[in-house]
């Protein structure tokens, strides 16, 4: 049990450092209507599939970095602020992450 509390203390903790830089930096919410649902459901497969340039949801999808380590790294950063910008009816919306002078980039327009 005591391992099985630090482990989860420790992922916490992981996942804490990884977002802690992440920023939205630029967000519109007035470009036309979106589909929140579908949005999401991009969103939840772009972990795992970097299509970026691709279109999903009725919106170009992109991801990037610049000496950036890991893009499942970026995606973890950046997800939940994604999530907010979503369900705030963004239709244009880019976040970035940084790791020392690493960089990554996400979103949709």
């Known amino acids: ?3 099985t509390a630090a482990f989860v203390a420790i992922a916490a903790f992981a996942v804490s450092q990884v977002s ?3 920023s939205i930096v630029r967000q519109y919410n007035a470009l036309g209507a979106t589909d929140q649902g ?3 459901t991009c969103l939840d ?3 795992w599939d970097n299509w970026d340039g691709q279109d999903c949801g009725g919106r170009g999808w992109f991801k990037g970095s610049h000496n950036y380590k890991s893009p499942t790294d970026c995606y973890d ?3 939940g602020l994604l999530v907010q910008a979503i369900n705030q009816g963004a239709s244009d919306v880019e976040c970035d992450d940084f ?3 690493a960089r ?3 979103g949709f327009h």
Do not use: I, Q
Request: charge should be positive; include cysteine.
């Open 45 to 47: 497969n772009y972990r």
């Open 99 to 101: 790791e020392g002078s």
């Open 104 to 106: 990554c980039w996400m």
């Open 77 to 79: 950063a950046c997800a």
């Open 20 to 22: 802690a830089n992440a």
């Open 38 to 40: 579908a949005l999401h």
């Open 1 to 3: 049990m005591k391992f």
